[in-house]
Structure formats: structure tokens, C-alpha cells
């Protein structure tokens, strides 16, 4: 079993940033796809970024690409979403998942945190 722990959440103002992060325990790190997903109020849980199980390869939604960046620390059990000029249209309950294989944008992953509340105010 693998468990994940988001952190890092919080308010913050538009163009502000936030970083985000995941610590997993229970089994081998390294051999996982990590992505985050989030979830707005009444909307369906949508794809935000991933990253491989080596890190050569990452994947981003269009609406954060340029903004948002993906990263992971094996040595730690770790991956960060390092958020940037936020807006308010980001505001959602923000999700780690992870999975052995699999296209890494789709959101059928294997285990999924609890969720951090991102907030972000006009």
C-alpha cells in the first residue's frame, strides 16, 4: 500500500505563489508516475501535471502550462507542485496520485492523498 500526504495548501492573491507537496511511504518511490489533479466546487476532478517515474518526462494541463511546475525528490519520497502567477479560476482542492504504468494524464492512478485546499482570492 501506498500512502500520500499533501501539504503546502493554503490563500493566497491572485499572481501569488504557492508550493505544493507530497510525501509517499509504504512502498518503492522511485518506481511510481506522480501527477496532481485538483477539483473545484462542483466541478469534476481535472488533470493539472505529472511527472515519470525517472523525471525525464512532464506533463501539464494547457491552462497551467508556464505557470505550474512539477518535480520530484526520490531521495525524499517527495514530489512539489510549484505554483506561480495564481488565478482565482485555480482555486480547487488539489490531489496527489500515483501509479505504476499508464498514460500519465489520465486520472485512473492507483492512489490518491486526501487533498490540500489551494485559495485564491481577486
Known amino acids: 500500500q501506498v500512502q500520500l500526504v499533501e501539504s503546502g495548501g493554503g490563500l493566497v492573491q491572485a499572481g501569488g505563489s504557492l508550493r505544493l507537496s507530497c510525501a509517499a511511504s509504504?512502498?518503492?518511490?522511485?518506481?511510481?508516475?506522480m501527477g496532481w489533479f485538483r477539483q473545484a466546487s462542483g466541478k469534476e476532478r481535472e488533470f493539472v501535471a505529472a511527472?515519470?517515474?525517472?523525471?525525464?518526462?512532464?506533463y501539464y494541463a494547457d491552462s497551467v502550462k508556464g505557470r505550474f511546475t512539477i518535480s520530484r525528490d526520490n531521495a525524499k519520497n517527495t514530489v512539489y507542485l510549484q505554483m506561480n502567477s495564481l488565478k482565482p479560476e485555480d482555486t480547487a482542492l488539489y490531489y496527489c496520485a500515483a501509479k505504476e504504468k499508464g498514460q500519465a494524464t489520465i486520472p485512473n492512478y492507483d492512489y490518491w492523498g486526501q487533498g490540500t485546499q489551494v485559495t485564491v482570492s481577486s
Open positions: 511527472i515519470s517515474w525517472g523525471g525525464t518526462s512532464t
Open positions: 509504504g512502498r518503492t518511490f522511485t518506481s511510481y508516475i
